[in-house]
Nanobody
Framework: QVQLVESGGGLVQAGGSLRLSCAAS????????MGWFRQAPGEEREFVAA????????DYADSVKGRFTISRDNANSTAYLRMNDLRLDDTAVYYC???????????????WGSGTQVTVSS
């Protein structure tokens, strides 16, 4: 059984920064790629960023490139999403996922956390 727990969300002003964390347990974390997704009210869940099992390969949605950075600490079974220069349209619930990457393409699994709310205010 896999458990993913996100944390680090909150209320931040536009232009500010947050760092999200995703703590994993129950599986060999280091053998999986990790992905971050987000879902705004009334919208479908969308891909944000992914990182390969070793951290050498990353991929980002165009909307966050240059502002967000994904990283991981396999020794502590934790993945991170550093978000800088936050915008109003970054407001969403952010979810992490265990999956796999083929090249730069991320394939999510059914393992999701419960999400953490990020709200960006003007």
């Amino acid at each position: 059984q896999v458990q993913l727990v996100e944390s680090g969300g909150g209320l931040v002003q536009a232009g500010g920064s947050l760092r999200l964390s995703c703590a994993a347990s129950g599986r060999t974390f280091s053998t999986y790629a990790m992905g971050w997704f987000r879902q705004a009210p009334g919208e479908e869940r969308e891909f944000v960023a992914a990182i390969s099992w070793g951290g050498a390969v990353t991929d980002y949605a165009d909307s966050v490139k240059g502002r967000f950075t994904i990283s991981r600490d396999n020794a502590n079974s934790t993945a991170y999403l550093r978000m800088n220069d936050l915008r109003l349209d970054d407001t969403a619930v952010y979810y992490c996922n265990l999956g796999r990457m083929v090249g730069v393409y991320y394939y999510p699994s059914d393992y999701w956390g419960s999400g953490t709310q990020v709200t960006v205010s003007s």
